[in-house]
């Protein structure tokens, strides 16, 4: 794995301002997601790695913004932050390291401005104001207004000029797998917060309450949710084959490493059937130390690409 002052030069980043912006984002993200982090520099081309980490850092900020506060808190940070991306696009100088680098990658990488948008409308909208799902309609409308865009700016940047519309829609299977898996894995963190993640008709389809779900009532009513809806995230994670072919070769090890994790943990989470009401379900760290060397078996192209420094 080259040194991150390789990987930035690799990356065609020479402007000393920009190296230090990127510098910065990256620590932010090895604080907040040291695994995601790890997978990016040990197994995608050190040219992808600056902007996908400063894409993953973007989908952080917005994430976080969308989640913190009164409802009132988050609809005036989503606006705030929301004209400080505008300004950052437009070349306006702001104090903002992560926001300086992910214009950056958004410039260099050509990723069309309707993915930000739309990620950010939806933050406001679909996040910021989340109170379940009534159905699987609902849900999908989730996807479509928040997790797909959220997904699209940052793995989006992989290629140059944006996802064409196969590479687009592979992401949207993969973000309908992996939120499914996610709201399972997170039920017990996720209730214990007052978000209950799994739609509403179908707790009673299975005549399954919520207070069910909070008070971890091991039922067979609660095994049998829990079991379909394990079902429906298999379903949607064989949906997903393929997805590697779609993206950017020196991208590749990286998205066999995430669908290869994703199924691992939902096999946990249908390990642990009812169990996952009283505790998250994790990776554990053998499964992802496989994963990750497994995947490095897949190599990863050399080639430098260049660019004029900003």
Wanted: charge should be neutral; charged fraction near 25%.
């Amino acid at each position: 794995m080259p040194s991150w002052r390789t990987t930035l030069t690799r990356a065609g980043i020479s402007d000393p301002r920009l190296r230090e912006d990127y510098t910065r984002t990256a620590r932010r993200v090895l604080r907040r997601e040291p695994a995601p982090y790890a997978t990016l520099r040990l197994l995608a081309a050190p040219s992808l790695v600056p902007p996908l980490v400063a894409g993953l850092a973007f989908m952080n900020l917005v994430d976080d913004t969308a989640e913190t506060g009164t409802p009132e808190q988050r609809a005036a940070g989503l606006a705030e932050l929301t004209g400080r991306v505008g300004a950052a696009l437009a070349g306006e100088e702001g104090t903002d390291p992560l926001l300086r680098a992910y214009a950056d990658a958004v410039r260099t990488r050509n990723l069309p401005v309707h993915w930000l948008t739309r990620f950010l409308d939806g933050a406001a909208t679909a996040e910021a104001t989340f109170d379940g799902f009534a159905d699987e309609a609902a849900f999908q409308a989730y996807l479509d207004a928040y997790a797909w865009p959220g997904v699209l700016v940052f793995i989006g940047l992989q290629h140059q000029d944006g996802p064409d519309e196969r590479q687009a829609a592979g992401w949207r299977r993969f973000v309908d797998a992996a939120q499914r898996v996610d709201f399972l894995a997170d039920l017990a963190g996720d209730l214990a917060d007052g978000r209950l993640c799994l739609p509403r008709a179908r707790l009673a389809e299975h005549g399954v309450t919520r207070t069910d779900l909070e008070q971890a009532r091991d039922t067979p009513a609660v095994r049998d949710l829990l079991a379909a809806e394990c079902q429906r995230a298999r379903t949607a994670l064989a949906a997903t084959d393929g997805l590697a072919d779609l993206a950017e070769p020196g991208l590749r090890p990286v998205v066999t490493a995430m669908t290869e994790l994703m199924a691992h943990q939902l096999v946990a989470v249908e390990r642990a059937g009812a169990g996952a009401l009283r505790k998250d379900v994790g990776y554990g760290l053998a499964a992802p130390v496989r994963t990750l060397l497994r995947a490095r078996t897949l190599g990863r192209p050399t080639a430098r690409t260049t660019r004029t420094a900003v």
